[in-house]
């Protein structure tokens, strides 16, 4: 059973920081990209980053450049988000998903594995 799982989430002060990260089993994902998309009540889940099968590309949505920052070890199968200066507009929760392919891809098509969530509040 694949699985991919979230921790790391929860509630922070404006200007502060959190890291997330996804654990995944049942396969290794080693060889594809992934990304951590996010979503708030009445929205779909936008991007947020996303990181190439080896590391050598990442993207960042405009409104997280220079403030966040993805990460992967294929070793432990596992990818990260540092996120830094944190804004109460950064509510959400943030899902961790694989893509079917080794490349990035900022739409959600791309990806067909999810984790179950992480809240992240960031208060005023």
């Known amino acids: 059973q694949v699985q991919l799982v979230e921790s790391g989430g929860g509630l922070v002060q404006a200007g502060g920081s959190l890291r997330l990260s996804c654990t995944a089993s049942?396969?290794?994902?080693?060889?594809?990209?992934m990304a951590w998309f996010r979503q708030v009540p009445g929205k779909e889940n936008d991007i947020v980053a996303a990181?190439?099968?080896?590391?050598?590309?990442?993207y960042y949505a405009d409104s997280v450049k220079g403030r966040f920052i993805i990460s992967r070890d294929n070793a432990k199968n596992t990818v990260s988000l540092q996120m830094n200066s944190l804004k109460p507009e950064d509510t959400a929760v943030y899902y961790c998903?694989?893509?079917?392919?080794?490349?990035?891809?900022?739409?959600?098509?791309?990806?067909?594995?999810w984790g179950q969530g992480t809240q992240v509040t960031v208060s005023a």
């Open positions: 998903a694989a893509s079917q392919s080794n490349l990035v891809y900022t739409s959600r098509n791309y990806y067909n594995y």
């Open positions: 990181i190439r099968w080896d590391g050598g590309f990442k």
């Open positions: 049942g396969r290794t994902f080693s060889s594809v990209a």
